[in-house]
């Protein structure tokens, strides 16, 4: 019997975390202030990059991430910007006391 789209994707998805320069979505989180920071060194940076080619998710989290820090910029800018629907208040937080340290 074939295995579903959906099954065989989530099976190659488990796969390419088991190769050789893959992180996990964890390990990932763990990255993303020095990526955009710039900070992170080449090898890093190209695992880091090889990581948003291929999860969804953490391409989408990268997004929402960098639009919590310009809100947060904006706002101890002095500037009031809404947030926009989608991004979770508790990153939104986290972010801001992140900027306090």
Same mark, same amino acid.
């Given at each position: 019997? @074939?295995?579903? +789209?959906?099954? %065989? ?5 488990? @796969?390419?975390? /088991?190769? +050789?320069? @893959?992180?996990?979505?964890?390990? #990932?989180?763990? #990255? ?13 940076? #190209?695992? #880091?990059?090889?990581?948003? /080619? ?17 809100? *947060?910029?904006?706002? %101890? ?16 937080? *986290? ?7």
């Amino acid at each position: 019997m @074939m295995s579903s +789209p959906k099954k %065989l994707m989530r099976r190659m998805h488990g @796969m390419m975390f /088991k190769l +050789p320069l @893959m992180i996990t979505c964890n390990e #990932f989180e763990s #990255f993303i202030l020095a990526y955009l920071e710039d900070d992170l060194p080449a090898k890093q940076k #190209f695992v #880091f990059e090889m990581h948003l /080619k291929i999860c969804r998710e953490c391409r989408e989290y990268l997004k929402a991430y960098r639009t919590s820090l310009s809100l *947060a910029k904006s706002a %101890l800018g002095g500037d009031h910007v809404e947030p926009p629907g989608g991004v979770p208040d508790d990153l939104i937080r *986290a972010i801001l006391e992140g900027r306090k340290s």
